[in-house]
């Protein structure tokens, strides 16, 4: 099961949240190298993780933290707005039922115990759950380019915005990512990922609004 955590509820996820920014630390600082002005204190955190900020929170039979994704609203500052707007042939898209998906990482150690992808198909399957909640139109997101055929393999055709751009010596592509119900269904199937994934229901879709 995945935990959403936002507004409505992150005052009763602190220790979760902590757990999540130094599993990103782990994974974009230590393993990746990227230089992260903001990261420190072994957290990985940046001027986008605000009060706003949405998280799918990915947890282990453990109850280890696995993986995370993070949501922000378009509306609001975002990775693809304020940092890699060139990465679009025309304006970036913004809207109510328009989120960004970004931030989205698994432990070393799930990817290891992981070799068929479970855990990255739960949190597509987690997000798509997500958006349809919440009526989105569509998610964006800037990708490497594995990434996108990743999602490709599992029919889930993403519509780039722009041209592939090579950035930090990988290539990077912005897309929009398409609320599909045939990808969604392709992902479980393939990944092997439980109906539904969230835990955030739908009786709960309005408070997350």
């Known amino acids: 099961m995945i935990d959403v955590i936002g507004p409505w509820n992150r005052t009763h996820h602190q220790d979760t949240l902590d757990a999540m920014f130094r599993l990103r630390h782990q994974v974009f600082v230590e393993e990746m190298g990227w230089h992260l002005p903001l990261a420190r204190d072994g957290r990985e955190k940046d001027q986008f993780d605000t009060a706003r900020t949405i998280y799918l929170v990915y947890h282990d039979e453990d109850g280890e933290i696995a993986g995370s994704m993070r949501l922000i609203p378009s509306a609001l500052p975002h990775v693809l707005g304020d940092v890699f707007p060139e990465l679009c042939d025309g304006p970036v898209p913004r809207g109510p039922a328009i989120f960004e998906s970004s931030r989205s990482c698994v ?38 380019r594995r990434m996108v055929e990743m999602a490709r393999v599992a029919e889930w055709y993403l519509a780039p915005l722009g041209p592939e751009r090579e950035i930090a010596g990988s290539g990077v592509v912005a897309v929009t990512m398409p609320i599909d119900t045939h990808a969604l269904d392709t992902i479980r199937l393939q990944r092997d990922v439980p109906d539904p994934v969230l835990s955030l229901r739908f009786a709960a879709a309005a408070a997350a609004a």
Do not use: H, Q
């Not at 597509?124 to 139109?137: K, P, Q, T």
């Open 107 to 144: 432990s070393r150690k799930a990817r290891r115990n992981d070799p068929k992808g479970r855990i990255w198909g739960a949190l597509s399957c987690g997000m798509i759950e997500y958006a349809m909640l919440r009526e989105l139109d569509f998610i964006t997101a800037v990708m490497d």
